[in-house]
């Protein structure tokens, strides 16, 4: 495995290179305006296989669709939103304080097709049939995380602060009036379960920002045991 520590990566692009990163860890590196498998076609995507990051920091990259299996990043710095677009993971592993991610099921922004994001929902099926488990989370403190695309029931992770919620229970709660039961502070996780309906998903996992402030992490957290507690999420 060849290893970096201390080092700054810049401007590095991968625009459908079809790259193979492999075989490789990065400590305490920098990632400046870097972008990874940019690209509208499934042909192209890059693949990320056997990585370890450790206390590095990315300010300003992008992620496009590309498969990562047996990557492990403990600690990650991130200036903003770190998007990735449709990534197919496969035995990814996320730990300690950990910046704010989201994950996207789209293939990129408002410029891929329809007939496009129908070749990446296709692959998505088929790539997750054979998957053991995608993405293990379960030690992770997030800033801020939003997860779409990736079966909830692959996703290992802690039940105190990131719950299981199935589209099967949350369309029958939703005929029981349940936001009447949550205090009056609970105001994200109710939109974040419609917003979860209206995507198509079969289930999702939500999860408290334990890194953000405390007195958003204290309502989030609170929220969350709300939903467990009136039984909308799965029980563990």
Same mark, same amino acid.
């Given at each position: 495995?060849?290893?970096?520590?201390?080092?700054?990566?810049?401007?590095? =692009? !991968?625009?459908?290179?079809?790259?193979?990163?492999? !075989?490789?860890? =990065?400590?305490? *590196?920098?990632?400046?305006?870097?972008?990874?498998? $940019?690209?509208?076609?499934?042909?192209?995507?890059?693949?990320?296989?056997? +990585?370890?990051?450790?206390? *590095? /920091?990315?300010?300003?990259?992008?992620?496009?669709?590309?498969?990562?299996?047996?990557?492990?990043?403990?600690?990650?710095?991130?200036? !903003?939103?770190?998007?990735?677009?449709?990534?197919?993971?496969?035995?990814? +592993?996320?730990?300690?304080?950990?910046?704010?991610?989201?994950?996207?099921?789209?293939?990129?922004?408002?410029? +891929?097709? %329809?007939?496009?994001?129908?070749?990446?929902?296709?692959?998505?099926?088929?790539?997750?049939?054979?998957?053991?488990?995608? $993405?293990?989370? #379960?030690?992770?403190?997030?800033?801020? =995380?939003?997860?779409?695309?990736?079966?909830?029931? $692959?996703? %290992?992770?802690? @039940?105190?602060?990131?719950?299981?919620?199935? %589209?099967?229970?949350?369309?029958?709660?939703?005929?029981?009036?349940?936001?009447?039961?949550?205090?009056? #502070?609970?105001?994200?996780? @109710?939109?974040?379960?419609?917003?979860?309906?209206?995507?198509?998903? /079969?289930?999702?996992?939500? +999860?408290? @920002?334990?890194?953000?402030?405390?007195?958003?992490? !204290?309502?989030?957290?609170?929220?969350?045991?709300? $939903?467990?507690?009136?039984?909308?999420?799965? @029980?563990?």
């Amino acid at each position: 495995m060849k290893e970096f520590k201390n080092e700054t990566f810049s401007r590095l =692009f !991968d625009r459908g290179d079809r790259r193979r990163i492999e !075989d490789m860890a =990065f400590h305490e *590196c920098q990632f400046e305006n870097c972008a990874l498998s $940019l690209t509208e076609d499934i042909a192209q995507m890059s693949e990320v296989r056997r +990585v370890e990051m450790v206390d *590095c /920091a990315i300010n300003g990259c992008h992620t496009g669709p590309m498969v990562a299996s047996e990557v492990t990043i403990s600690g990650l710095k991130t200036n !903003d939103l770190l998007i990735f677009w449709s990534p197919f993971l496969d035995r990814v +592993v996320l730990s300690g304080e950990i910046g704010k991610i989201k994950i996207n099921a789209n293939g990129g922004t408002s410029t +891929v097709s %329809r007939r496009q994001q129908q070749f990446f929902d296709e692959y998505r099926a088929k790539f997750y049939a054979g998957v053991e488990w995608a $993405l293990d989370i #379960s030690k992770a403190s997030f800033k801020e =995380f939003d997860i779409r695309g990736v079966p909830g029931k $692959l996703i %290992r992770r802690d @039940p105190e602060s990131q719950i299981l919620i199935t %589209r099967e229970r949350a369309l029958e709660f939703a005929t029981r009036g349940w936001e009447k039961q949550l205090d009056s #502070s609970n105001k994200i996780w @109710p939109f974040m379960v419609n917003l979860f309906l209206s995507d198509g998903d /079969a289930d999702t996992v939500f +999860v408290a @920002p334990l890194g953000a402030a405390k007195a958003k992490r !204290d309502v989030m957290l609170n929220g969350l045991h709300e $939903l467990r507690r009136i039984g909308l999420a799965e @029980p563990d």
